[in-house]
């Protein structure tokens, strides 16, 4: 979409040409991704796209179409010069394709920055509604089609199947699992038993086999176990690797090999392997669904991860039980397991953050807590920036998170230096009352956040 016709030019697009845009893409296009490593498609567009203040990526892209134009246009010049006396059909078809694309108007100015005026940031926030609202509307109907308009009542009321990025019939994320990960993260002890026994062929390799199943995301039956609290499921998966490591290292021994204990970890496959695709283990898992005595267990365990261990992005088990809002769990790993509240990830996201992004879990008062420990009793600061400029109030701006900001914005808890610092633009040019307009929020709570909380 962004490739085919950016919303970063003056032009604003009709619901028409939108909808023929994504209708256009063709069916044999793996996936029609609403999100991108984490980021909405509004976010994508306000960091990226916003005309005002067009990202690195837009301007690299305008860049990079001007100088195919030129390209084509010295081709389309030559072409002509070594054939005055005439062209065979596929030359003037290219002719032809070279000259509508040298006349294309659609990149041709120079993006330039601008201040933008009330009217003009009120348009394009309109704009990123309407075009999440079309691509959102037109990808369920992609897949309506596809199925003859069949509707997936086993999964959703509301949602339509379809068919994944490889082409299989869509399912559900839970009805997706394999039968082994579906007993871990059910807490099904017995049917664990009875999928180890029933084997074909060699033990230990089956026994691996089921160890290292991963579900669609990279998740493994450690991870659901870990994620649902079933501590006897997860005592289980461990005996069946210290089985498997235990006879890898004698089968080494017994050729004469040294086995480091490195080596023993990546073959044991609790620290190195049993990772998802991206890089959280079973303790983040166990964070982010409020597990504390799992978390317990598992720092327990003769192979326990470090409190803090970092995913792939640098994300840890305190950033994850924030998110998830759980009180308990936060002060659970702070005070008796030493975690860091005060830890970054890869973008510069700390516990504020996280915080000011989850919906609660455990209802809006106890987010409302967990914020207040975090900022009275962990002295975290609330007003830090993150790599794209956003502070926790932008987060919060972006989830909706109507309780959180009323909680910032009071002066009761808030100094007046604190609430002017967590306003602002950030690094795309966007202001938290912008970014709630854009993703759908109310324009009386917009009018509120920029009259009382320093122009938010």
């Not at 991860?305 to 995913?311: A, M, T």
């Not at 919906?359 to 920036?385: H, Q």
């Amino acid at each position: 979409m962004c490739c085919s016709a950016s919303p970063s030019s003056t032009h604003i697009l009709t619901d028409e040409s939108i909808r023929a845009l994504i209708s256009s893409i063709p069916n044999t296009t793996k996936s029609l991704k609403l999100f991108s490593h984490g980021r909405g498609l509004a976010a994508h567009l306000h960091a990226v796209h916003t005309p005002w203040k067009p990202g690195k990526a837009e301007i690299k892209r305008h860049k990079a179409f001007q100088k195919r134009q030129e390209n084509e246009k010295r081709r389309l010049e030559l072409t002509c010069k070594n054939n005055e006396d005439g062209i065979d059909d596929d030359q003037m078809k290219r002719c032809s394709k070279r000259q509508k694309l040298t006349h294309d108007d659609s990149t041709t100015t120079t993006l330039q920055r601008w201040h933008p005026t009330d009217e003009e940031m009120k348009r394009w926030n309109e704009q990123v509604v309407k075009i999440v609202a079309l691509a959102e509307a037109e990808a369920n109907k992609k897949k309506a089609n596809n199925l003859g308009g069949i509707i997936n009542t086993k999964t959703s009321n509301t949602s339509m199947q379809g068919y994944d990025r490889n082409g299989k019939e869509h399912q559900s994320y839970r009805d997706s699992l394999p039968a082994f990960l579906a007993a871990a993260s059910d807490g099904d002890l017995n049917t664990l038993t009875q999928l180890i026994t029933n084997k074909t062929g060699d033990e230990k390799q089956h026994i691996r086999r089921l160890l290292s199943l991963e579900d669609r995301n990279g998740s493994t039956a450690e991870h659901w176990a870990a994620g649902g609290g079933h501590m006897n499921c997860i005592e289980y998966l461990w005996k069946l690797s210290d089985r498997i490591r235990e006879d890898d290292v004698a089968h080494t021994n017994n050729n004469n090999n040294i086995s480091s204990s490195r080596d023993t970890q990546t073959r044991r496959g609790h620290k190195k392997v049993c990772r998802r695709r991206d890089g959280k283990t079973a303790l983040h898992y166990a964070a982010r669904n409020g597990r504390n005595e799992m978390i317990d267990l598992i720092l327990s365990h003769k192979d326990a991860p470090f409190v803090d261990v970092r995913s792939g992005d640098g994300t840890t088990p305190l950033h994850m039980a924030c998110y998830g809002g759980y009180v308990s769990t936060v002060k659970h790993l702070v005070q008796k397991h030493n975690s860091d509240p005060f830890a970054m990830n890869d973008w510069n996201c700390g516990a504020a953050h996280f915080v000011a992004m989850s919906l609660g879990n455990e209802g809006t008062d106890a987010l409302i807590a967990l914020c207040e420990y975090l900022k009275n009793e962990c002295g975290v600061d609330f007003t830090s920036r993150q790599k794209q400029g956003h502070t926790p109030l932008h987060k919060a701006a972006s989830r909706k998170n109507r309780h959180v900001i009323e909680w910032l914005a009071d002066e009761r808890k808030s100094t007046k230096q604190d609430i002017e610092a967590l306003g602002g633009q950030d690094d795309g040019g966007n202001s938290p009352s912008q970014i709630w307009l854009s993703v759908g929020g109310d324009n009386a709570f917009c009018q509120w956040m920029k009259e009382v909380c320093s122009g938010w």
